[in-house]
């Protein structure tokens, strides 16, 4: 029996209350949407996905590492307010050999100049953003191509 590859997609902090938080910048689309949306394409890919959100840098982190034990394809990663301030992120990144795509809705370069920075990104393979929830599905297409 053989296994379709798996891809991680991971959302960071304040993603959870994506549908209602600043939908200005945000979209309507909550997460749950979007992950709905990756399954259909996923499935038309011929992959797996694993999708999970969380507030804590911490269970990014771990995600990192056990999407790198699982043998992941890649992961796509949106680590929200931690990619300008993180690290620890970056550092597990690198820590990898699963390639690791950054994923923004909005795109970070056309807003506070804070948001300008990115670790996650300077230790990242690709970076699909401003597109809106078209980013996740761009970033899962250039997963399947890896």
Known sequence: MSHSPIVFVL??????????????IYGHDTLD???????TQANELRLEIDCRQSNHEGDLIDWLHEAHFAGAKAVLLNAGGYTHTSIALHDAIKSIRVPVIEVHLSDPMKRETFRHISYVGMAATAH??????????????AAARL
């Open 11 to 24: 959302s960071g902090p304040n993603l959870n209350l994506l549908g209602t938080r600043e939908p200005e």
């Open 33 to 39: 949407d979007i992950h709905i949306r990756l399954a």
């Open 128 to 141: 699909f953003a401003g597109h809106g929830a078209e980013s996740y599905t761009l970033a899962l297409d």
